[in-house]
């Protein structure tokens, strides 16, 4: 993996950038780059990105904002029956020697008759929820914004309270982005509303929970057990940000972690390589790009090395609204 200085010295002339989940990029590393025009983000979330530095540059900032939903959404039903279901435990028992046949044992839960709660409910909320449905899950939601009682109507789902979601639900499952308002949403006092033996699940945000308070959870028996595909040693854009997993998540039989592979389906990261090359194409063009997160003025139309332009202010994520 290039260094951030091996990164600059190859995108100092660059008039376009594909950048990845894992990258970081702010003004300092904008002044850099006096030729850039756009900034195409083959994800859906963008806080490692300075959208305002990119905007006072003149530089579009693009993401792909639908293309990982269904695969997202997927992989938040497997997880929520990989730890309701104790798949984890079961794997390691037999790798580790300990079945012999059929024994009453790993005892689990059912997604059929549980109510689930999502905190969230964009896009990815709404698949999620969709896909639980058919287990034959109650399903209620906490949202800044209730849906329109049609789309409630049609998944069904029913909205509530935060801290009400957390007292009434079987299993809680994570879909919202990271901002200021939900930095730490999740934290020693949410999760104590939980009914005992409750399960959680993010694929959301690692920061939107603290790992600190799901660890205590975890060994007070309050949480039941906890799967996630996102961290907060990944939120590189807060300071202070951990470096690491706790210990307590990793070495925890109740928990079940995978590394970010919400996208990580081949035809999914494909299109959306694709599609973040085609609006780099776009904003190059001259155009418009399809997804834009950020409002140049006028439309990234500066010439090659020429001084930024006087631009409108970027337009911020819409608070509420999963990202991943």
Not at 192 to 212: K, M, Q
Not at 254 to 262: D, E, F, S, V
Request: a negative charge; one cysteine or more.
């Amino acid at each position: 993996m290039w260094s951030r200085a091996q990164v600059l010295d190859r995108a100092a002339d660059a008039e376009g950038l594909i950048t990845c989940m894992a990258d970081s990029i702010d003004d300092a590393f904008l002044a850099g780059c006096r030729r850039l025009r756009v900034v195409s983000a083959t994800l859906k979330g963008y806080d490692n990105f300075d959208a305002q530095a990119c905007a006072r540059r003149g530089i579009w900032l693009t993401v792909v904002p639908d293309t990982i939903i269904a695969p997202t959404a997927e992989l938040a039903v497997g997880l929520v029956i990989g730890i309701m279901r104790r798949v984890g435990e079961a794997d390691r028992q037999i790798r580790d020697g300990g079945f012999s046949g059929w024994r009453p044992q790993l005892y689990g839960s059912s997604l059929d008759g549980a109510t689930v709660g999502l905190v969230g409910m964009g896009p990815l909320g709404q698949a999620v929820a969709e896909r639980l449905a058919a287990f034959g899950s109650r399903i209620v939601y906490h949202d800044l914004q209730a849906l329109p009682a049609v789309v409630e109507r049609a998944l069904p789902a029913a909205s509530l309270g935060l801290e009400e979601l957390f007292a009434a639900s079987d299993v809680v499952v994570v879909v919202l982005p990271l901002s200021e308002r939900t930095v730490g949403l999740v934290d020693r006092s949410t999760l104590g509303l939980l009914r005992p033996g409750a399960f959680v699940v993010n694929v959301g945000r690692g920061s939107v929970i603290d790992e600190a308070a799901v660890v205590e959870a975890l060994a007070d028996g309050r949480l039941g057990a906890y799967a996630a595909d996102v961290f907060a040693m990944e939120d590189r854009a807060l300071q202070g940000h951990p470096e690491r997993i706790p210990h307590g998540l990793l070495e925890h039989p109740r928990t079940l972690l995978t590394p970010h592979l919400g996208s990580a389906v081949d035809n999914v990261r494909r299109d959306m390589s694709l599609e973040a090359a085609r609006q780099v194409r776009q904003a190059l063009d001259g155009q418009r790009p399809d997804h834009p997160v950020n409002q140049p003025k006028p439309a990234t139309a500066r010439r090659p090395g020429a001084p930024p332009l006087e631009i409108q202010d970027a337009e911020g994520p819409t608070v509420g609204r999963p990202i991943v």
